[in-house]
């Protein structure tokens, strides 16, 4: 999401750090898969003590809070109808460019993705957004291009968001949440219901993610989130230490709430908060470098798949992988500035231009369309 697009004019100048934050999470996302691509080098570029790695994974957790929180600043005086188009607008495009991609390389090469089994009704699905079974892993609910899961619920959230937005605006939060509880009940108090695959994707505690996102949201249109600096890092500290510690840490709470909402929803929730706070107070500068991978965040997010891919084929080219540190630091540090280096281009060359035209085309049927609401009625011959 470009930052112009994000929020309000009256408030772009203080939510830099949401954009910044927007890089972060994508780029923790794409460590985690970075680290896997080498065998023998996963041993030195993962740690898995009590901060673990892998829980890098909840970079999509600061996704879902951030889509909460942008949902609802960006859209109070937005018809549902309008929402729903720049939503589509927003993320469509771009994800079905790299899911076509992604297909046409499985028919092409499939050695190349021997992990990747394509049929007609997995394409269409994984294009629809419709959670479906990964015929090349039985039982994971995950689309064609496999990160675009986060993009199903951010579908699922959207259509939600949508229809709470015919209510008066100070209602919304909290029928939000209402909803929420409910889809949360149903695999509980209906019988057979937690039997289904759809049921247990749709009525997965992550839905609170983003109502813990628009609460921030809230706080933040009512002015109550300039905390004193201090206050701001620690809980921005604390979220992060929070959000990597291992499972294995926390398999001492019995209970997958709690576990739930001590390792990702009450951290995620402190990042953006603190973030948000922090910018409240001028705490966060502009940037080049930091707004342009913000900017770019939905592409490296989506292309990380195919640029890992790449660099680890060209790597292999030019070494024989070996157990060496420096070789695997080096390995990670080329991959990692390749990856952003392919999604900036990406963003600029592809996302930014298509986006650009979708939107000036959107918004000149929406004039036509006003135009025409409010054209004089001609005088009577």
């Not at 929402?83 to 297909?103: C, D, E, H, K």
């Not at 997010?301 to 195919?306: D, G």
Request: charged share 10%.
């Amino acid at each position: 999401m470009r930052t112009s697009d994000a929020i309000p004019r009256s408030h772009s100048s203080k939510l830099l750090g949401v954009q910044y934050l927007r890089a972060v999470a994508a780029i923790m996302v794409a460590y985690l898969h970075l680290q896997t691509q080498i065998p023998s080098y996963q041993p030195l570029l993962g740690h898995h003590g009590f901060f673990d790695t892998d829980r890098l994974a909840a970079g999509v957790d600061i996704f879902f809070v951030i889509s909460g929180f942008i949902m609802l600043v960006t859209s109070r005086h937005t018809s549902p109808t309008t929402f729903a188009l720049r939503r589509i607008v927003r993320i469509v495009p771009l994800y079905w460019i790299m899911t076509l991609l992604l297909a046409a390389v499985a028919i092409l090469d499939p050695q190349g993705v021997r992990t990747t089994v394509l049929t007609g009704t997995y394409l269409l699905k994984s294009l629809l957004f419709i959670p479906y079974a990964n015929p090349g892993d039985a039982g994971q609910l995950a689309p064609l291009l496999i990160p675009g899961w986060t993009l199903n619920f951010e579908m699922y959230f959207y259509a939600l968001f949508a229809l709470v937005l015919f209510a008066p605006e100070r209602h919304r939060v909290w029928l939000n949440g209402s909803v929420f509880a409910a889809i949360l009940c149903v695999p509980r108090i209906v019988p057979h219901a937690a039997d289904s695959a759809l049921v247990q994707f749709y009525a997965n505690m992550r839905i609170l993610e983003f109502w813990v996102g628009m609460l921030i949201g809230s706080f933040y249109l009512k002015g109550y989130l300039r905390l004193p600096r201090l206050v701001s890092w620690t809980l921005l500290l604390a979220g992060f230490a929070g959000l990597m510690v291992s499972n294995a840490a926390m398999s001492g709470l019995r209970s997958h709430w709690a576990i739930f909402g001590l390792n990702s929803l009450l951290p995620a929730g402190s990042i953006v908060l603190s973030v948000v706070a922090l910018e409240q107070v001028g705490a966060v500068r502009q940037h080049a470098l930091a707004a342009l991978l913000g900017d770019a965040s939905y592409s490296i997010y989506l292309t990380h798949v195919f640029s890992l891919h790449l660099a680890r084929v060209m790597w292999r080219k030019l070494i024989v992988a070996s157990s060496s540190g420096l070789e695997s630091i080096a390995f990670a540090a080329a991959t990692t500035f390749f990856a952003l280096l392919f999604a900036a281009v990406t963003y600029k060359l592809v996302e930014k231009p298509m986006l650009d035209l979708l939107h000036n085309a959107t918004r000149t049927r929406r004039n036509r369309q006003t135009s025409a609401e409010v054209a004089p009625t001609p005088p009577a011959g």
